[in-house]
């Protein structure tokens, strides 16, 4: 299946601990995303990547790190982590063409929890 | 940066009524998009209009970027339109593909 594939779909763990969350796309698109959505289903963007290079990186702390091996993937890595990064959080991908995304298609979310 | 308002913020529809729901936006755009984002939490894109009109079924919208504002019509409604509608924007000024999305409108379409 075509898609944008988020692993895992559910994660609880204790504050200060350290954890990633994958993200593929087959889509053979070039550019990636990682969006926040709160407890209010509020969607915020929070990195973007075109072809492997960092183009968006929104007021996110230092403890956020993402990581694009290639431009299928974009894992985000999470240190130290806090009781207000509980959230959704969602990979999407686009093909940027003349400057503007086609396609953009979502993953399913992965479910943050800290405790 | 680029506001973006959604109204109402929440609908209780009875299964094939009709509805119009509301998108407004601060600054001129050149990408204005739709998702639903269905009770399981999957965000689906319905239509990429940062102007005119388009058509998919039973779902149509209306981009007005002079007017700064856009509009999803939805007809005869089912139970599996329930979810949240959100419409996302690009300013002009914006680089990267960066969308905006406004609050949402939560539908629920009852029998």
């Known amino acids: 299946d075509t898609a944008v594939s988020q692993t895992p779909k559910y994660l609880v763990t204790q504050m200060g601990n350290d954890k990633s969350i994958k993200c593929e796309q087959n889509l053979g698109h070039d550019t990636m995303y990682w969006y926040k959505q709160d407890s209010k289903k509020f969607l915020k963007i929070m990195f973007s990547?075109?072809?492997?290079?960092?183009?968006i990186n929104e007021t996110v702390p230092n403890r956020f790190s993402p990581k694009s091996p290639d431009k299928a993937h974009l894992n985000l890595h999470i240190n130290s982590l806090e009781l207000g990064d509980s959230a959704v959080y969602f990979c999407?991908?686009?093909?940027?063409?003349?400057?503007?995304?086609?396609?953009?298609?979502f993953g399913s979310g992965t479910r943050l929890t800290v405790v | 940066g680029i506001q973006v308002e959604q109204s109402p913020p929440d609908l209780i529809l009875q299964e094939g009524a009709n509805s119009t729901l509301r998108c407004n936006f601060s600054d001129s755009v050149n990408n204005l998009q739709w998702f639903h984002q269905n009770p399981w939490g999957q965000l689906i894109n319905l239509f990429y209009?940062?102007?005119g009109t388009k058509q998919n079924g039973r779902l149509s919208a209306t981009t007005v970027a002079t007017e700064r504002y856009s509009l999803l019509y939805i007809s005869s409604s089912q139970t599996t339109d329930s979810g949240v509608y959100f419409c996302a924007v690009e300013g002009l000024t914006g680089g990267g593909n960066k969308l905006t999305f406004g609050t949402g409108t939560q539908l629920k379409v009852e029998l």
């Open positions: 209009i940062p102007s």
């Open positions: 990547y075109n072809n492997k290079e960092l183009i």
């Open positions: 999407a991908s686009s093909l940027f063409l003349g400057g503007l995304p086609y396609g953009y298609t």
